[in-house]
């Protein structure tokens, strides 16, 4: 068996990934994934840790999260599409209607 | 005394399950007819169903569920711990429900002639249910999905106005920034969890005060302060999703983004209820998973002075940034910012003494905010109603030509400026008076800094619809029945609050001290 660091520097690379990604692009469907990368690490660490203290908890609440993230992805689609429609484009930095 | 009638457990979550059962029914309602919905049935049985679960948190209240034995009926833990019932879980359930049946009665107007009432209605009773369950909350698990089935709904809530950039585009800010905020709190969770190896809120703050070197469930050997890295990270992670719920600094700036072009009674449901349900996860996951003084030893820092730096700069922040605005919607959002930040101080006393009152105070001011801030987003979207534009400029003189409203507006507007006779002049006293009391002295100051810069702006609206003269049009305006009926509500619950604030005082006090000493 990996040790519990393997899964947890997995995770923290691939947090980081999807971080990065929301920080440079500026297509909304990227910036998704990149949201689902986020959201997938911390399930590994859900599962890995779960595995590591010998309760099951974390491998159901796993199970919810990513029920959450599908979820999130269907209702972000929508937006996306209805942004699309209204703008022409799903480059994120386009709609500028309201300044701060 | 009367033996009260024995109702299973699980209807402790009574205003919850009521909430989501009307979203339930006004999913069958339009599912009916859809093409032609009525859309007084939808809205009629929206604030029906959220008036019945305000009575139903009323009666438990009055009952004294959630109050500790032997005064009370108990407090009622649910599904092995997962969720609780106490009295500040009915104080904020009550909160949302009224949040809620205010904001159906005003779309009964405001959104007349859309397309899509019955999505409407029923995404706004399915959030609130998110809302009442977060109040109820006891574990991380249970937190995270009630925060999404809040939050899922308000996404597709602010952007229903499918033709309209505005509501579009704040959709999208609102929904990208709620993604990411909500993947780095599950990421938090993740790492208290990897830490302690325990999500329920209790268990993780049995694991972080006791120095077993044991596992709290299995007994395997598992030494929590050889963690205390992953603890860390994860306190701060979770920190910054609670942020982005209650709009506060740093994660702010997506909230005068999605006020400005959400539907006004969306605003008015998002910066009040939502704003309200994330402090209760903010009181409920801090007080009770990470006792200061035990997680600072571990951790290295203190989560309450953290909260302190918060709040100062959250309400510094959103009331300079609402003293500058044009946009009278988009003052109001930072407006709201700024009361977040007087809400925090709760949470910052908690590290110091006099503790439940600072928490009792900010609890307080939630309730009161509740009325006065959604009274105030009405007023925008009666304002929008009758089409006269979004500026003070545009606002001027509307005293003369909807005088019963612009009462209204002004009783909310010298409310959340905390001008004495007035609900919000109470609870920002009773917060500057514990915060001096635990020795903030910087926070009590800047309190009052800010509330007197807040009067400014607020009463510049109060000047514009009283004292301008009207640019162009003289004549009186419409006077819709349902935004007319939420409006004067609101403003009567905020001036009522006066003489009834003793209950709410008390229970809010008493569901600070019992949330501190659980």
Redesign the interface.
């Known amino acids: 068996m990996m040790a519990i660091e393997g899964y947890v520097l997995l995770s923290a690379g691939l947090f980081c990934i999807g971080l990065f990604g929301i920080l440079t692009r500026r297509n909304a469907l990227m910036f998704l994934m990149a949201v689902e990368l986020m959201v997938n690490a911390a399930v590994i660490n859900l599962v890995a840790f779960a595995l590591y203290h010998g309760t099951l908890t974390g491998q159901v609440f796993g199970l919810f999260v990513l029920g959450l993230a599908a979820a999130e992805v269907a209702i972000g689609l929508g937006i996306i599409l209805v942004l699309y429609r209204n703008f022409g484009t799903i480059d994120v930095s386009v709609p500028t209607t309201m300044r701060w | 005394m009367i033996e009260p009638v024995q109702l299973p457990d699980a209807a402790a979550l009574g205003p919850a399950l009521v909430l989501g059962l009307t979203a339930l029914v006004v999913f069958v309602f339009d599912s009916a007819r859809p093409h032609e919905p009525d859309r007084g049935l939808l809205a009629g049985t929206t604030a029906a169903g959220s008036l019945l679960a305000l009575g139903v948190g009323v009666w438990y209240m009055i009952a004294g569920v959630g109050v500790p034995e032997p005064d009370g009926a108990g407090v009622i833990s649910l599904f092995d711990g997962q969720l609780v019932v106490d009295q500040l879980a009915l104080f904020f359930m009550l909160v949302t429900a009224i949040v809620t049946a205010l904001v159906a009665i005003a779309s009964y107007d405001y959104m007349d002639g859309h397309a899509h009432q019955g999505e409407y209605y029923s995404l706004v009773l399915l959030a609130a249910t998110g809302m009442a369950t977060m109040a109820a909350a006891n574990s991380l698990?249970t937190v995270?999905?009630a925060l999404?089935l809040a939050s899922?709904p308000s996404?597709?809530l602010v952007?229903i106005l499918?033709?309209n950039?505005?509501s579009?585009?704040?959709?999208?800010k609102y929904?990208?920034l709620g993604?990411?905020s909500?993947?780095?709190f599950?990421?938090g969770?993740?790492?208290v969890?990897?830490a302690t190896?325990?999500?329920q809120l209790d268990l993780v703050a049995e694991a972080i005060t006791g120095e077993t070197g044991q596992?709290v469930?299995?007994g395997?050997a598992?030494d929590v302060a050889g963690h205390d890295g992953l603890l860390g990270v994860g306190i701060v992670l979770l920190l910054v999703g609670i942020a982005f719920k209650t709009a506060s600094v740093p994660l702010h700036?997506w909230a005068?983004?999605a006020y400005?072009?959400a539907p006004a009674p969306i605003a008015a449901f998002l910066s009040s209820a939502s704003k309200a349900a994330g402090f209760v996860i903010a009181i409920r996951v801090f007080t009770t998973a990470f006792p200061v003084e035990a997680t600072a030893g571990l951790v290295g820092f203190d989560w309450s002075v953290a909260f302190a730096v918060l709040a100062v700069a959250t309400m510094t922040i959103g009331n300079f940034a609402a003293a500058v605005q044009e946009n009278v919607k988009r003052m109001l959002a930072y407006s709201s910012v700024g009361h977040a930040g007087y809400a925090l101080i709760g949470l910052a006393g908690v590290g110091a003494g006099a503790n439940e009152l600072v928490l009792g105070a900010a609890l307080m001011h939630l309730f009161v905010y509740a009325f006065m801030n959604t009274g105030a987003f009405l007023f925008v979207a009666l304002a929008e109603y009758w089409g006269v534009g979004r500026t003070f400029a545009d606002y001027n003189g509307l005293g003369r030509r909807a005088p019963i409203a612009c009462v209204a507006l002004t009783v909310f507007m010298f409310s959340l400026a905390g001008i004495p006779p007035l609900g919000g002049f109470l609870s920002k006293y009773l917060l500057f008076w514990g915060s001096l009391q635990a020795g903030m002295l910087f926070v009590a100051g800047a309190l009052v800094v800010n509330s007197a810069l807040s009067l400014y702006y607020y009463s510049r609206l109060v000047k514009a619809v009283w004292f301008e003269e009207p640019v162009t049009d003289h004549g009186s305006l419409a006077q819709p029945v349902g935004l007319y009926a939420a409006l004067i509500a609101a403003a009567v619950m905020t001036v009522v609050v006066l003489p009834g604030f003793g209950p709410i005082a008390d229970s809010a006090l008493d569901a600070a001290t019992a949330v501190l000493t659980s």
Do not use: M, Q
């Not at chain 2, 579009?168 to 999208?172: K, N």
């Open positions: 698990v995270f999905l999404e899922l996404y597709a952007a499918k033709d950039r505005g579009v585009e704040a959709g999208l929904f990208l993604a990411l909500s993947a780095i599950v990421y969770i993740s790492l969890y990897g190896g325990v999500l596992h469930l299995t395997n598992h700036f005068p983004e400005e072009g």
